[in-house]
């Protein structure tokens, strides 16, 4: 990951486009500093509301944590504790957080029917729930805090369709209603613009467009949009061919010298491989880093 | 126009396959039925697209064509014969030449420890396509050209965790075609792959079908990518199949309250942000264990008819290549 | 060479290992049977097994005479003619010690070897062919598995002509159970998989299938088996003839025992007698499972990542293990 710069307004859908390699999973966890070794992080800050979670240290980082910032990963079973039970799962974290055993349990109740599964299934293991339900167990304890911010790393993804209509739909009722932002990663661009108030693009570790959403589904700049726009057949209109694009996205060891896009791209100049083209403001919420606008 | 599937001698003709497992143990025995009368054609030349979610049996379909696992009731018939007839015992080396499965994870379906050369040598060598190291060595390569994975040679000899999902992928429709196939049954190709190299899957398998004249039976959730490659559509659902019919009719009128459903869910950013229109979304898929009469959708369909829970709807044909089971429509 | 093929990166998010697209072909196989050779703990194995095995080898070079000549007084300990004293029956301990190496140690391999394959065959059958075939022969390794084993050797030993092929015989016989179980679970698994069907729909024949795709994805178990046989017979051997079932004439480090106890080694105090022969026991059986380990390290991540963690930690001296470091310094490429 190279030089990634957002910010997240209150109550807005931040969405982060992008294919495998590109990084997208690896912000999410680099904000709230849970990556792997050996990971580690060597320049930039995290800036919550002016502190920097990058000078934190263990103590602060725990209060941080779930209360200012919290996650909802790709796989509800690798997030749930396939031996403890539910309402376990969600008090714990309030419990940890100050809350008394009684009033974590009240807010577990509440939790369960904001997002709409049933309180009786509370004293359920995680794999005695559908997928869905255990995707929305897992955003109850996300809420748990009642974070100002989510951060969602392809939280539908593993689901069928209708059931990520349904949580989707669920998400949205519930940011209504409490008003957080969502920092939402996915590769399925289709749905960000659906959802998103402005989206960023990432490729190999880098953004290399970023819009607000109608503008960035109208008006796409960069080659890679285009070309992810171009791997989405539709469902209604014409039909057409799409291409998709050539090549595959590159080894994170062994980057491409200059725009790391240039060897899968078809408006590549001479000076691609040269030079890392510098961020373009086109308007002044639609950026892109691309030699074509320099 | 795309085929129809009247008046032609079709290359698959699957009636009434059923396919049900044993679950439960000792005295409380139950069956899942994983598959209930599935019944449809594939034209030469023609791609069907079998859409359903999770548990609506299509995996299980598809292996039961292949001949990999057997089938609890139904018959099978290729290229004209009734294949459990013909082949009781086992499918023969000859069905085995011409009808092939690709898998949906690109990574287990090559085996980790052998090269991309013993992948794709193995059906030349078992179904006598060529002889010595050199003959092998050149089909191979001319395999992964067809595939377009270049430098063939160089590919040939790497091992699987060498190439990405999308090569992967590619070297899997080659083995298929190492045995020159009629029919393809594709296994969610695509679904395991990066979104920006799928369509180049998509139209490799389009090529192949024109040029080679390759039927196939593609599986997918995913209602778009069914229409950009199917011919016919057919959706399935909680092991029934519940509509089907050429893709396009289906996509602008779509009948089963369920094939609504599944369109109204897919992400559709040309119809505007924040579509809260369409259709509530309740319920979820019922148990496949000894499940109760009538029609599987019943406990979610907001059209619900008592009927609907007595008995499974027959099916209805709207029009010559358009057909759905669906209570609604019987008169 | 790719210098990170020694360590394969592990994906930050998930932790798990990532692939490496460049470099020259190398067979999975051959680069697991490398970076295990190259782990610190199997250096320390192989090194401890080379020195006894050079031992077995070169015992004429090293102690040139008979062992069961008799060169002393009884339970003399050790001086510079007999580097490790005389036994109960005035023979030298260290000559008995080399020589009986070999005895040890070919039992232990070649019993290692037998059980394995023997375990493999079942195994493999059992695990691929369902149905009558499994059945049958699941239930004939769970026979052997639940009858006690010492009981078991020391009946059969009783009333098998001795020699060291009954011992062999009898030690393969008890010991192929167990590996045949975890065979049989590996293949159970492996029969699962996509490319398993693959070959089914490519018309490949069952016997091609279980030896040339599902057995050379199993190098790791078969190994760490083989190891755990070498281990287990080198102990079971040892016991067999300290119980006085094997022909105690033959000098082996189990007879050594045996004629040690005879002699009532423990009450004269003669430690130079027992301790040497159990002493190399337990390093052969050490040795070997430092290889096993070796093994481990190289095929679970999840232990990969603890060296890590402490390998990054003590670098950056930052004490936090509950979250990623942050280290302000220019990205070396």
Redesign the interface.
């Known amino acids: 990951m190279d030089d990634v710069s957002f910010a997240i307004q209150p109550g807005e859908v931040v969405g982060l486009a992008g294919e495998s390699g590109s990084g997208k999973s690896t912000i999410a966890h680099a904000i709230l500093r849970i990556l792997h070794p050996p990971a580690l992080i060597t320049g930039g800050q995290v800036l919550f509301k002016g502190r920097d979670v990058m000078e934190m240290n263990d103590a602060e980082l725990g209060q941080f944590r779930w209360s200012k910032i919290s996650i909802v990963f790709q796989s509800a079973m690798n997030a749930l504790n396939p031996v403890m039970k539910i309402r376990d799962q969600l008090t714990d974290v309030m419990v940890h957080h100050g809350l008394s055993k009684a009033d974590a349990n009240t807010r577990a109740l509440n939790l369960f029917k904001l997002v709409g599964i049933d309180p009786q299934r509370l004293d359920t293991y995680p794999h005695q729930l559908s997928g869905g339900m255990r995707q929305r167990a897992v955003i109850a304890i996300a809420l748990a805090l009642d974070p100002p911010i989510l951060i969602m790393d392809e939280p539908t993804t593993a689901l069928d369709v209708v059931v990520q209509k349904d949580i989707l739909q669920q998400i949205s009722v519930l940011r209504e209603k409490l008003g957080f932002s969502i920092l939402f990663i996915t590769h399925d661009l289709s749905l960000l613009v659906e959802i998103s108030t402005r989206i960023a693009i990432m490729y190999a570790g880098e953004i290399v467009e970023r819009a607000p959403a109608r503008e960035l589904f109208e008006t796409p700049l960069h080659p890679y949009t285009l070309g992810l726009m171009n791997s989405f057949p539709s469902i209604s209109g014409l039909k057409h061919k799409l291409t998709g694009i050539p090549g595959s996205p590159p080894d994170l060891i062994d980057v491409p010298t200059g725009c790391r896009f240039h060897p899968r791209c078809p408006k590549v100049m001479a000076i691609c491989s040269k030079t890392v083209p510098g961020i373009k403001f086109i308007s002044s919420d639609h950026s892109v880093s691309c030699h074509l606008f320099n | 126009m795309p085929p129809s599937n009247k008046g032609l001698a079709p290359i698959l003709d699957v009636r009434g396959m059923t396919k049900h497992f044993p679950a439960g143990i000792l005295f409380n025995k139950k069956q899942v039925h994983a598959v209930e009368n599935a019944t449809f054609t594939v034209q030469y030349s023609q791609v069907v697209a079998l859409v359903g979610?999770?548990g609506s049996g299509k995996t299980t379909t598809i292996r039961m064509i292949?001949r990999?696992i057997p089938v609890t009731q139904g018959e099978i018939f290729f290229e004209g014969a009734n294949i459990f007839k013909t082949e009781p015992r086992g499918a023969s080396?000859d069905y085995?030449?011409k009808?092939?499965?690709i898998?949906?994870?690109p990574f287990?379906?090559?085996?980790?420890?052998?090269?991309i050369e013993h992948h794709l040598a193995?059906?030349l060598i078992?179904?006598k396509k060529a002889f010595g190291r050199q003959e092998i060595h050149e089909r191979v390569c001319d395999l992964l050209d067809t595939v377009e994975l270049k430098p063939a040679s160089e590919i040939a000899?790497?091992?699987p965790?060498?190439?990405?999902?999308?090569?992967r992928q590619r070297v899997?429709i080659a083995?298929a075609l190492?045995?020159d196939p009629k029919l393809i049954l594709a296994d969610e190709p695509i679904s395991m792959l990066?979104?920006?190299?799928?369509?180049?899957v998509l139209?490799l398998i389009d090529k192949l079908k024109e040029e080679r004249g390759i039927s196939y039976v593609y599986i997918t959730?995913?209602?778009?990518?069914a229409?950009?490659i199917g011919d016919q559509i057919m959706v399935m659902y909680a092991g029934h199949m519940v509509e089907g019919g050429d893709g396009?009719a289906i996509?602008r009128e779509a009948a089963h309250p369920y094939t609504q459903?599944?369109?109204?869910?897919?992400?559709?950013?040309?119809?505007g942000?924040?579509?809260?229109k369409g259709i509530?979304?309740r319920g979820?898929v019922p148990s496949l264990i000894d499940p109760p009469p009538g029609c599987p959708f019943g406990a979610r369909c907001p059209s619900v008819i008592n009927i609907c829970h007595q008995i499974m709807p027959a099916k209805k044909e709207l029009t010559p290549n358009h057909w759905v089971r669906c209570h609604l429509y019987s008169s | 060479m790719n210098p990170n093929a020694k360590a394969s990166p592990c994906d930050p998010v998930t932790g798990e290992t990532q692939s490496i697209t460049h470099g020259k072909p190398v067979s999975t196989q051959i680069d697991f049977l490398r970076r295990t050779i190259t782990q610190p703990k199997a250096i320390i194995g192989l090194v401890i097994l080379g020195v006894f095995i050079l031992m077995a080898l070169f015992a004429p070079l090293i102690a040139p005479n008979n062992p069961n000549k008799y060169v002393g007084l009884a339970h003399e300990p050790p001086t510079i003619n007999h580097w490790l004293g005389t036994t109960g029956q005035g023979q030298d301990v260290f000559t008995q010690l080399v020589w009986g190496s070999r005895i040890s140690l070919l039992i232990g391999f070649s019993v290692g070897i037998l059980s394995t394959i023997l375990g493999l065959a079942i195994g493999m059958i059992s695990g691929y062919i369902p149905g009558v075939v499994d059945g049958v022969l699941n239930m004939f390794t769970n026979v052997f598995l639940l009858i006690p084993g010492l009981p078991l050797l020391i009946t059969l030993a009783s009333f098998l002509p001795q020699g060291m092929l009954t011992v062999m015989l009898v030690l393969t016989f008890t010991g192929w159970a167990w590996p045949a179980r975890v065979f049989r679970s590996q293949v159970l698994c492996l029969r699962e998989k996509d490319f398993v069907s693959a070959s089914v729909v490519s018309g490949e024949r069952t016997p091609r299938i279980v030896f040339s795709e599902i057995l050379p994805n199993m190098l790791s178990l078969v190994m760490s088996s083989l190891f755990g046989a070498v281990i287990y017979t080198i102990g079971a051997d040892a016991g067999l003839a300290f119980l006085g079932f094997e022909n105690v004439n033959i000098v082996s480090w189990g007879t050594m025992l045996y004629w040690a106890s005879n002699s009532s080694a423990l009450l004269q105090e003669a430690w130079w007698t027992f301790v040497p022969p159990g002493l190399c026991i337990a390093l052969v059986s050490f040795a070997t499972t430092m290889l096993i380990y070796a093994m481990d390290e190289v095929t679970n991540p999840r232990l990969r990542s603890e060296k890590d963690i402490t390998r990054v930690l003590k670098k950056y001296r930052t004490g936090s293990k509950r979250a990623t470091p942050v280290v302000k310094e220019p990205a070396t490429r």
């Open positions: 979610e999770s292949a990999l080396m085995r030449s009808v092939q499965l898998f949906q994870d287990a379906s090559l085996n980790a420890v052998q090269t193995r059906p078992i179904h000899n790497r091992y965790h060498q190439l990405s999902g999308g090569q899997s083995r190492a045995v990066d979104v920006s190299i799928r369509m180049g139209n959730h995913d209602l778009a990518s229409r950009y396009e996509m459903l599944l369109l109204s869910a897919v992400p559709n950013p040309q119809a942000l924040h579509t809260d509530r979304v979820e």
